[in-house]
């Protein structure tokens, strides 16, 4: 698995095939292991933006057991979208 924000890297991975995800999926993976809850992770999420990363979204909920999720990926590598 790769695990990047950045935009280039996500696609070659996708190219190549690599399931790809990025911070929010990290931490999205951290609630659904119970290695935090979700206001820590909401908590996280908002010192990011407030550090500048830049987020689609404010609040971690929606992307859980799999509403609007944005889970790890895989691209076969003759593709262009996800299967």
């Known amino acids: ?6 935009r280039v890297a996500r696609d070659e991975g996708n190219r ?7 911070s929010l999926g990290c931490l999205v993976l951290a609630v659904e292991r119970g290695l935090c809850t979700l206001e820590q992770a909401n908590i996280w999420l908002g010192e990011m933006i407030r550090q500048g990363y830049r987020s689609p979204i404010t609040d971690l909920t929606s992307l859980l057991n799999g509403h ?10 003759t593709q262009t979208r996800p299967f």
């Not at 698995?1 to 950045?6: F, N, Q, S, V």
């Not at 190549?16 to 990025?22: F, T």
């Not at 609007?68 to 590598?77: D, E, K, L, Q």
């Open 16 to 22: 190549l095939g690599i399931m790809v995800s990025g």
């Open 1 to 6: 698995m790769l695990l990047t924000d950045d």
């Open 68 to 77: 609007g999720g944005h889970a790890p990926r895989r691209v076969h590598p």
